[in-house]
């Protein structure tokens, strides 16, 4: 390729040096999704958080292509359903456009045209369909059908008026309106902007080229690009590891394509030679990217703009090389020497030789990539025409709106009323319907909150003493375990405290064979824990779990393979169909034997968290991490967790710590719905650890020096809830002192009892689980989800999260929230100089609108921010997945995760008065970018009145209730019962001491809405809570009186 | 009475699955929206009942001593000389393949009833899935070779459809029809072993086995009348060869199965792991009465197997995605068991078929836990899984390795060779004469100069000739993106 060499000898000034800025600039915009196996939620938009969250979505949207806000017709559905209430609409236009002097005289002011057209959404058909129903229907010519009966009249009158033709006979309706049609489009036609072009051309040669010849040459680049970057970065999959991988993408990429007798594609003619010379001549990626680009006669200035959408063109791949490179750490096996810029260099060339190859094609052997400037466009310029689409929208406003069609017989006029349909384009208007949607939900939690506190407020209803703590994740999920375990048992507390319970620390599980960072991932851990087996039955199952899995490798892998391949099938082959039966029939028994199995009967091995350091201990290891924590360290840890969430005032005589993860079959996106407080990872460890610290002797008193005082009969005990199949798992039992066995044994029990009742509210979502499922069929019927290889939904994860609430739980006990709020508790009495609401902000809001934007994009644009439905994903290098055999590497969330949202913005109500959170905000850019920027809902909600300011436009508003509804029930599950969609909110009374006498049906103490019929489920459920005498008191073994100790039998 | 019993048995194996989807069919045509509950229940019933009706029919013959069952539907046509009679054959080999159509398509009908609950495409998934079913048991029941090939087809076509499931993206469409495009071009091969049977021995229906006519030994099940001439066998033999090849993914045409794993994951399991590549062995084993007389084709069929199984376990080490590896490690397979049909070692290739549609659909059901079982995997050895093909580092010299792997990762070239040179070169040879049609155009009708030939599409085609160019050169580019890569 003699052309090619002559471009860029040696006395060429290789021009690489802005190249690096350039990539980087480029690489904010690529998605910031790390491996699977730690999937951690943030925002799909980071890099724009810069901008306020309506014009970001937009710029993104033309970036990316993507969607914006949901679709039109979605939000018609809205406003069809009620949804989106009439007033919602008025109420978002009045503050979103100024509304002063009417477009044209006697017309409609800016704000009614807005709120008109938004109650007239009707699809404006594009080119050949507007030609068609313009030429071939009688559009032009008859009213359109939107036009109420009143509106008829007028313009009939109005045509009558303006009517130039012979006045006898008496014309006709069907004349008039020809008439009157036929005056208004041609003015409108006359004073339409005309268009010529189609914007800017694309910076990118492929576009150019496509656009020009008809070939893709990405259509050629991809497939390659996309194998070898699955082969560099794959974590095991391959039998063959790429050769020489360690030394780079580019490297690699040359000495494999470099060595002679290259693929016989065509368009890789002569790469072989090129690359050998590049290597011998030591080419850095830079100085070849910056060859490259000259190669494809990209002019100088618009390298930039190349070379982002160049990157854009592979996202998933070109993010993923980004995520080896910055952040190591994160990958699952071994992180692989990867530079964005060395896959940049390759896609380049590839790019520069298939581009000449396009031109060759089409225009003769000895083209260049220059030649396309000197080419016409793709069919020259199209010539100017008027822009029918908006002169049609124009027409049929002009009939629907209260406007005189006369006023139109004025230029400028006519140009006035097009340049007011233009600014109500759809991205407009669907942005302004989203705020209306946001705004009806807004208003449903702030109304539901402030009714909820009239009832709360009152002396009926009173919280039992304590008999058991809990303090659980805030994440949104929890809220559902919490309130029925409220409900369940009134002598409990909860409380929520963000899943790693500020133990931010690496750890290593006995199983574990590498350590991972169990703490949010803007925190740097600090601290090694290990578990390690107790002293007494050390290693009792390492051995043969070893030959076993050593066993399960070599067949996995033999499977695959030639020899061992066909030995395996045969000898083994015929054993499948067992597995597949097993796996399709009867997927929870199958797999219980399966894992009966694998893992024997025996218990599991006693282990013990190695997490104390003498206070004098630093040494290091090498690897920055102290090994444990010093007692000082742990009172740290212990007591602002006890200050933040309040729990410090009173210890009843149990403390579960819960922490919370996922385990799943089926879903490459296990992870996705494990604790986002550890970074992805499941926060049992945490709550273990923590339990341990605020047991230890030399903890509590060193809290006792500080103030708080931890009784001696208050007992820590971690757990771990299992959110998908809704199991408990709990730590350090055999250190339990006897005093506190029955206390235990009573918080598991009814805490097993409130995970069956939250089971079934959770299976209320899924189709698969009849409206009516008995009470004791939801357990099994969750278990079976998680564990079934043909279930995609394995649970809906963050789905419908909408809210989160910072503040004391009592103000939100026995408040129905659907499981979509997110529940942050924090005592604003005990913290006079707000630093620890601070803390807290500064921790939770991030990651809650992480959370929630995510779902959010997901939602909005499955296939441009999620990665589309799950069927035919494809697991690649155990770091992703591609939709079929080669694509790109899908980021963001599969469809059958976020099918069942509600896209709004995170409504973060605060316990705090306006003042604080102001300081707060400016004190601290970050979550200031948030909140100005939209990107989050802020309410102030009063400690002490019942106040509620909505942050709007930099300033906090107040805000009155408007819906004076408000179901009250017994229960939550009278609530929810018979209901698969969205609910509101409510007041489930059992959560306190005074209940409906037995028999009354629920009421509203407001007037207006009575709950659904609450069907078979009330009697599964006695509408009567626990009454206190018939929970079995302090001794063990007493006779459970609980209604629901029938569970227990179910394993 | 038992005879009977047994024909009935012997239709309603292919019958069930049929009448599921033409059920369906109705529906469909009619608009009407079913549950999917019932579209599920349907299909599941049918394939139960095909499965159970194979199992009994299986029962009283081993209980009766009988080797063959046959049922004649009627015939198709007859010229006096030949006859196209529809026939079905129930015996040693049909039965426990039609077992295993019935058992792993009823097993994922079970199976995607959950997976792809609220997928739009959920009908069509299953009326494809049931006529699929029917296409596969004809093949195996078929005991004329034209039945065979009304089988062949459906199966060809639903796959193909199955393939192209999502259809709103654009590369599984492509990739459907690459597969579509491959399965044509090699059942020219059936059919013209079909036309060559007939001329041959003028009749294409199975004999019984035991007459022995001209199988060396028992086979065991029914054949073809073999034909006398060793040319003749030869004749037969190699286009049934071709177009087992189509199917079972053989070198050089096996580039659509990476491919076809765009559809649903059960989807990919049943058919290109297990039961579609199958049937091109499953041809091989029931026609081996016809080739047997031909060493040559023995041995093309060998070589055939052979190469695969080697060119595909190279390729499926370099492959970093699960289903593509999956897929190779099928194809390898295939290729043994393409090597033993030749070899006539005719039962260890049934076994051996059978239990490898088994394991390989368990694995490729089991695929999106891939990461979940890695990381158990890893925790059950207690430490990081080993590396896996260090030999190769130990055995091959450096340059030969990363020559090994950029062929392992280049999947052979084949597709660079079947794109660039064969549908390529075919595109150009069209293009050449049609530039020579121009030439003489220009010859004829002097006082118009053609246009130059790059210039043609840019330049409003005025003249027929030119616009035959355009279109020429229009279909050249669509093969060719059919076949590419990716």
Redesign the interface.
């Known amino acids: 390729m003699s052309h090619l060499d002559t471009a860029a000898g040696p006395a060429v000034e290789d021009g690489s040096a802005g190249i690096a800025d350039l990539v980087e600039r480029a690489a904010k915009l690529l998605p910031d999704q790390a491996p699977?196996?730690t999937f951690v939620h943030h925002n799909t938009l980071h890099a724009f958080e810069h901008l306020p969250f309506d014009e970001a979505v937009v710029s993104a949207a033309r970036v990316f292509g993507t969607e914006p806000f949901q679709s039109e017709a979605a939000f018609q559905g809205f406003v069809d359903s009620g949804r989106i209430r009439p007033g919602d609409i008025e109420a978002v236009v009045e503050a979103e456009v100024s509304s002063e002097t009417p477009l044209v005289p006697g017309g409609p002011t800016p704000g009614r045209f807005h709120a008109i057209r938004l109650r007239h959404l009707f699809e404006v058909p594009r080119g050949a369909a507007l030609s068609w129903l313009l030429l071939e229907t009688d559009q032009r010519t008859r009213f359109t059908e939107r036009l109420d009966a009143q509106r008829r009249v007028e313009l009939l009158a109005q045509a009558r008026r303006d009517w130039t033709g012979s006045a006898v006979p008496e014309p006709g309706a069907r004349a008039l309106q020809a008439q009157l049609l036929d005056t208004l489009w041609n003015r409108l036609e006359k004073a339409a902007p005309h268009l010529r072009g189609t914007g800017a051309p694309s910076p990118r040669r492929r576009d150019q080229i496509l656009a020009t010849t008809?070939t893709d040459t990405d259509?050629?680049v991809?497939?390659?690009l996309?194998?070898?970057s699955?082969?560099f970065l794959?974590q095991?999959?391959?039998?063959?590891?790429?050769?020489?991988r360690g030394q780079g993408f580019l490297h690699a990429f040359r000495?494999?394509?470099g060595?002679p007798?290259g693929?016989?594609?065509?368009f890789l003619r002569g790469l072989d030679t090129e690359l050998r010379r590049q290597e011998t001549e030591a080419w850095t990626a830079e100085r070849t990217v910056a060859w490259a680009l000259r190669e494809l006669a990209v002019p100088e200035p618009e390298w930039g703009a190349a070379i982002e959408a160049t990157l854009l063109s592979l996202r998933g791949w070109a993010g993923m090389m980004r995520q080896f490179e910055h952040r190591p750490d994160r990958a699952?096996?071994e992180a692989h020497a990867a530079r964005l810029v060395d896959y940049l260099a390759v896609q380049l060339v590839l790019d520069a030789y298939a581009a000449r190859y396009a031109m060759v094609g089409?225009?003769?052997p000895h083209a260049t990539v220059a030649d396309l400037d000197r080419l016409p466009g793709p069919s020259g310029e199209p010539p100017a025409r008027p822009v029918l689409e908006l002169v049609y929208e124009a027409f049929v406003l002009a009939q629907v709106m209260p406007v005189d069609m006369a006023v139109f017989a004025e230029a400028g006029h006519a140009t006035a009323w097009l340049e007011a349909v233009a600014s109500c384009d759809e991205t407009e208007r669907r942005r302004l319907l989203h705020l209306a949607y946001e705004r009806r939900h807004r208003v449903g939690v702030l109304d539901a909150l402030s009714a909820h506190q009239q009832i709360v407020g009152g002396a009926t209803q009173v919280t039992p003493p304590a008999r058991m703590q809990a303090v659980f994740c805030i994440d949104e999920r929890e809220e559902s375990l919490r309130r029925h375990l409220e409900e369940h048992f009134p002598q409990a507390e909860t409380y929520g405290y963000a899943g790693f319970f500020g133990v931010a620390m690496t750890y290593r599980g006995i199983?574990?064979?590498?350590a991972r960072p169990l703490c949010p991932v803007v925190v740097t851990p600090q601290h090694l824990v290990v578990e390690e087996p107790a002293a007494t039955r050390a290693g009792r199952h390492?051995v043969p779990?070893?030959g076993?899995?050593?066993l399960?490798?070599g067949f996995?892998?033999g499977?695959?393979?030639?020899a061992r391949?066909?030995v395996?099938?045969?000898g083994?082959?015929?054993a499948?169909?067992v597995?597949?039966?097993g796996?399709?029939?009867f997927p929870r028994l199958f797999h219980r034997w399966s894992q009966r199995l694998d893992h024997g009967t025996g218990a599991a091995p006693v282990t013990r968290l190695a997490l104390e350091r003498a206070a004098t201990a630093t040494e290091e290891h090498g690897d920055g991490l102290l090994r444990g924590y010093s007692v000082p360290e742990m009172v740290g840890v212990v007591s602002a967790a006890l200050r933040t969430t309040g729990l410090g005032r009173r210890f009843s005589p149990v403390v579960l710590i819960v922490g919370h993860g996922s385990?799943?079959?089926?879903?490459?996106h296990?992870s996705a719905h494990d604790c986002g407080a550890t970074g992805g990872g499941r926060g049992g460890p945490n709550a273990r650890a923590f339990a341990a610290m605020a047991n230890h002797a030399g903890v509590r008193e060193g809290l006792r020096d500080l103030g708080t005082d931890i009784p001696k009969d208050t007992w820590f005990v971690g757990a771990y809830h299992n959110t998908c199949d809704d199991s408990m798992t709990y730590y350090d039992e055999d250190l339990i002192p006897e005093r506190f066995l029955s206390s235990v044994e009573e918080a598991k029990r009814v805490m097993a009892e409130a995970c069956v009742l939250a089971a079934h509210e959770r299976c209320r979502r899924f189709?698969?689980a009849p409206l009516d499922l008995p009470l004791d069929a939801a357990l099994a019927h969750v278990e079976s989800h998680t564990v079934?290889?043909?279930?995609?939904?394995p649970e809906y994860g963050h789905a419908t999260n909408a809210a989160c609430i910072v503040g004391r739980r009592s103000r939100t006990r026995g408040l129905f929230l659907d499981r979509r709020a997110f529940l942050v508790s924090y005592d604003p009495e005990g913290d006079a100089s707000g630093d620890l609401l601070t803390n807290l902000l500064l921790a939770a809001g991030p990651v809650c609108a992480g959370i929630n934007l995510e779902y959010y994009f997901s939602y909005v644009d499955p296939a441009g921010y999620g990665c589309g439905?799950?069927?035919?994903?494809?697991?690649?290098?155990?770091l992703g997945v591609?939709?079929?055999?080669?694509?790109d590497l899908r980021t963001g969330l599969p469809w059958q995760m976020v099918?069942i949202h509600e896209p709004v913005r995170l409504l973060l109500v605060v316990e705090a008065e306006p003042e604080r959170l102001t300081a707060i905000l400016d004190a601290h850019a970050g979550l200031n970018r948030l909140v100005a920027n939209g990107w989050i809902q802020l309410v102030a909600w009063s400690p002490v009145s019942d106040a509620m300011h909505v942050f709007t436009r930099g300033r906090f508003l107040p805000y009155t209730p408007e819906d004076a509804v408000f179901p009250m029930v017994n229960r939550s599950a009278q609530f929810y019962a018979g209901n698969r969609g969205h609910l509101g909110f409510a007041h489930a009374m059992a959560a306190f001491e005074t209940v409906l006498p037995e028999g009354t049906s629920p009421e509203t103490i407001f007037p207006g809405t009575v709950p659904s019929e609450t069907a078979e489920l009330s009697e599964a459920i006695p509408s009567t809570r626990v009454s206190p005498e018939a929970v079995p008191s302090g001794t063990a073994g007493n006779e459970p009186a609980s209604p629901m100790a029938h569970v227990q039998e179910v394993p | 009475m038992s005879d009977t019993v047994q024909q009935f048995l012997l239709l309603s194996i292919v019958g069930f699955p049929l009448c599921a989807f033409a059920l369906m069919a109705v529906f469909a045509w009619q608009g009407r929206r079913r549950v999917e509950r019932a579209v599920s229940t349907a299909v599941v019933l049918a394939f139960g009942l095909a499965m159970a009706s194979a199992i009994a029919l299986a029962c009283m013959m081993l209980g009766g001593g009988q080797r063959m069952v046959t049922v004649s539907v009627g015939t198709w046509f007859g010229t006096g000389e030949s006859e196209f009679h529809l026939l079905l054959v129930g015996d040693r080999l049909s039965l426990p393949f039609a077992v295993l159509t019935a058992?792993?398509s009823g097993?994922?009908g079970?199976?995607?009833?959950?997976?792809?609950?609220?997928?739009p495409g959920y009908l069509r998934f299953y009326m494809l899935l049931a006529l699929f079913g029917a296409g596969v048991e004809l093949v195996a029941l078929a005991g004329a070779l034209e039945l065979t090939f009304v089988g062949w087809e459906l199966a060809g076509l639903t796959s193909a459809l199955l393939i192209a499931?999502?259809h709103e993206?654009r590369?599984?469409v492509e990739?459907g029809l690459r597969a579509f495009l491959t399965y044509r071009a090699c059942d020219v091969g059936l059919l013209a072993a079909v036309v060559w049977l007939h001329h041959a021995t003028g009749s294409s229906t199975v004999t019984g086995a035991l007459a022995g006519t001209g199988v060396q030994g028992d086979s065991g099940w029914a054949g073809f009348q073999a034909p006398t001439s060793t040319w003749d066998a030869f004749l037969i033999g190699l286009p049934l060869l071709w177009a087992s090849m189509g199917k079972a993914a053989q070198v050089p045409l096996g580039g659509w199965l990476?491919?076809a794993?765009?559809?649903?994951?059960?989807s990919s399991a049943v058919f290109y792991g297990a039961i579609s590549v199958s049937l091109g062995p499953y041809l091989l084993l029931r026609t081996e009465s016809v080739w047997s007389g031909a060493p040559a084709v023995r041995i093309a069929i060998v070589a055939v197997g052979a190469l695969t199984?080697?060119h595909a376990?190279l390729v499926?080490?370099?492959?970093?995605?699960?289903?593509?590896?999956?897929?190779?490690?099928s194809m390898?397979?295939i290729g043994?068991i393409l090597a033993e049909v030749g070899l006539g070692l005719r039962y260890?290739a049934l076994?051996?078929l059978?239990?490898?549609?088994?394991?390989r659909?368990?694995?490729i059901?089991?695929?999106?836990?891939?990461?979940?079982d890695?990381?158990h995997?890893?925790?059950?050895?207690?430490?990081?899984?080993p590396?896996?093909?260090r030999y190769?580092d130990r055995l091959v010299p450096?340059?030969t390795?990363?020559?090994l792997?950029?062929y392992?990762?280049?999947r052979g070239?084949f597709d660079?060779?079947l794109?660039?040179?064969v549908v390529?070169g075919l595109a150009r040879l069209v293009r050449r004469a049609e530039s020579l049609d121009d030439r003489w155009a220009r010859l004829l009708s002097t006082g118009w100069t053609p246009l130059p030939h790059?210039g043609a599409?840019t330049e409003p085609a005025g003249l027929s000739v030119a616009a035959v160019t355009a279109e020429g050169e229009g279909r050249g580019?669509t093969t060719g993106?059919g076949e590419?890569?990716?």
């Open positions: 699977l196996q008809g259509e050629l991809h497939p390659l996309i194998r070898l699955a082969a794959d095991g999959i391959a039998y063959w590891p790429m050769p020489e000495r494999l394509y060595q007798g693929p016989p594609d065509r699952p096996v089409y225009l003769g199983d574990e064979i590498r390492a779990r070893r076993r899995g050593g399960s490798r996995t892998v499977s695959r393979t030639l391949g066909s395996i099938t045969l083994l082959g015929f499948h169909v597995t597949l039966v796996r399709c029939l385990s799943s079959l089926n879903n490459p296990e189709e698969s079934d290889l043909g279930q995609p939904r439905t799950k069927l035919p994903h494809n697991i690649v290098g155990l591609m939709d079929g055999h080669a694509s099918e | 058992l792993l097993l994922i079970v199976f995607s009833q959950r997976y792809l609950h609220k997928e499931f999502f993206r590369k599984p990739h990476p491919r794993m765009e559809g649903p994951t059960p199984a080697v376990t499926g080490r370099a492959q970093t995605d699960i289903k593509s590896t999956l897929a190779y490690a390898t397979q043994v260890l076994a051996h059978i239990a490898h549609a088994a394991l659909s368990a694995q059901l089991r695929s999106p836990s891939l990461i979940h890695h990381h995997l890893e925790q059950a050895t207690g430490r990081p899984l590396p896996t093909g190769l450096a340059g390795q990363a020559w792997y950029r392992a990762l280049e070239y660079a060779w794109r660039d040179h390529g790059t599409r580019e993106r590419q890569e990716s």
